[in-house]
């Protein structure tokens, strides 16, 4: 029986479902609620079940018959739904980010996903991870041979990370050999944030470290948030995808951005 008349699926089918809904929507901004379940082959009912989950992780907002983004300039999807997208794009950016980490390194991460990503390709210790991120914290905390400081801060839910001045402060005295980050938007070769306190973070690690890597797939050059926290040209490597367009390749590295293109079929 087609899940058209199921009207639900398997739990992995209801994901991947929402996968597609919410990457489509952040990338269009608003879509039909017809044309999404047209493209996913369920009805209609099914398509409002899951943007009303998607709702209540605020990704989206639901409008008569369309789906707008809340992930835009103003807001963020929440860490653990970011965690899961993009997933062959996000393990080969952070393949290639691993094999620039050598035993001994003491690593900044903030609350980005794609740094997860990195710490599950990572076969070296030992290693001082420090980091705002309880993400972060989950995945190494367990980890023979890691060495975890988390740093205190007000309690974000949507970024499930640590934030504030207290956090500032706490890095501003730590020192790290690589700060690996992410942005939600680029613009004018600069990384933007839609949140202020986030920006802030990520501000401070790259001051406390003696070298800054920067994760962007493809999709961050289409998007576009609130606060700047740094030029491209700060960054010593901007790890991105073979999805970026030959065109903005180009006008990247002649602006003397050290980029650095992966191949998503190197997803290990």
Request: hydrophobic content about 45%.
């Amino acid at each position: 029986m087609s899940e058209r008349h199921t009207g639900r699926g398997s739990a992995s089918d209801q994901q991947e479902r929402r996968l597609m809904i919410a990457e489509r929507v952040v990338t269009r901004g608003t879509v039909t609620v017809d044309e999404l379940a047209s493209a996913a082959g369920v009805s209609a009912m099914t398509i409002y079940r899951d943007v009303a989950a998607l709702e209540e992780a605020g990704i989206v907002q639901r409008g008569r018959g369309t789906v707008s983004a809340m992930a835009t300039g103003l807001h963020e999807a929440s860490a653990s739904f970011r965690l899961d997208q993009n997933v062959a794009l996000k393990q080969a950016l952070g393949h290639a980010v691993a094999q620039r980490i050598n035993p001994g390194m003491a690593l900044m991460l903030d609350d980005s996903t794609s740094g997860v990503w990195t710490l599950r390709a990572l076969d070296v210790t030992p290693l001082t991870v420090i980091t705002n991120s309880l993400l972060v914290a989950r995945e190494v905390g367990h980890s023979s041979g890691v060495r975890l400081i988390v740093a205190g801060g007000t309690y974000q839910p949507w970024a499930e990370s640590l934030m504030g001045s207290a956090t500032v402060a706490q890095l501003g005295e730590l020192r790290a050999d690589v700060a690996i980050l992410s942005a939600s938007g680029i613009a004018d070769g600069r990384c933007f944030h839609p949140h202020e306190d986030a920006s802030q973070i990520k501000r401070q690690m790259m001051a406390s470290a003696r070298r800054r890597f920067l994760i962007l797939d493809h999709t961050k050059f289409a998007r576009r948030a609130l606060y700047s926290f740094a030029a491209l040209t700060e960054f010593d490597t901007v790890f991105t995808d073979d999805g970026v367009d030959e065109n903005m390749r180009r006008a990247l590295t002649e602006t003397g951005v050290p980029l650095e293109v992966v191949s998503a079929a190197k997803a290990s």
